[in-house]
């Protein structure tokens, strides 16, 4: 059995082969994945609910412990993100400002209410990381994860 890497590796790859074909075969391929999709996603939903009424909240927590169960999960929207993944979100959408400016920033760890990041490259000892946490990794952590209320700088190597 393959990994859960090589298995999206190999989605990715078919769908960019796809994004080649023309419009009409592309689109029936679409057509055919939202259903596949939906079908799977309202199975997982009832079996989901199911072993909830069931009282199996705790096999519930155990299968989704599994990267393969979590990532079908997450991909049909059954499982919300966790703080971490919507922190590590909401450094994303600063890091192309950082980037321009020859850095970067890294997700230390998350223990809410707090979040410690680690600035790279040049905004590694810029004066102005404190200005850049406070403008610009304060308001889009907590736009996306409200219960993160404190940003920890973390300095020095990995």
């Not at 009832?46 to 169960?69: I, K, N, Q, T």
């Not at 192309?96 to 890294?106: I, K, M, S």
């Not at 410690?116 to 308001?139: M, Q």
Request: charged residues 25%; glycine residues 6%; hydrophobic residues 45%.
């Amino acid at each position: 059995m393959e990994g859960l890497a090589e298995l999206t590796d190999i989605i990715a790859r078919a769908e960019a082969e796809i994004e080649g074909w023309a419009e009409g075969r592309r689109e029936t391929i679409r057509t055919y994945r939202r259903a596949v999709d939906e079908l799977h996603a309202e199975a997982l939903r009832r079996l989901v609910r199911l072993l909830r009424d069931a009282g199996a909240a705790s096999a519930l927590r155990d299968a989704a412990s599994d990267p393969f169960v979590y990532a079908v999960l997450r991909h049909h929207g059954i499982l919300k993100p966790s703080i971490a993944e919507r922190v590590e979100a909401a450094l994303e959408s600063i890091r192309p400002v950082l980037a321009g400016h020859g850095g970067d920033v890294e997700l230390i760890r998350v223990e809410p209410p707090a979040a410690a990041i680690r600035f790279l490259g040049s905004c590694e000892n810029c004066p102005a990381s404190t200005l850049t946490i406070d403008a610009a990794v304060k308001s889009a952590v907590l736009a996306a994860c409200p219960e993160i209320t404190e940003i920890v700088q973390v300095r020095g190597a990995a």
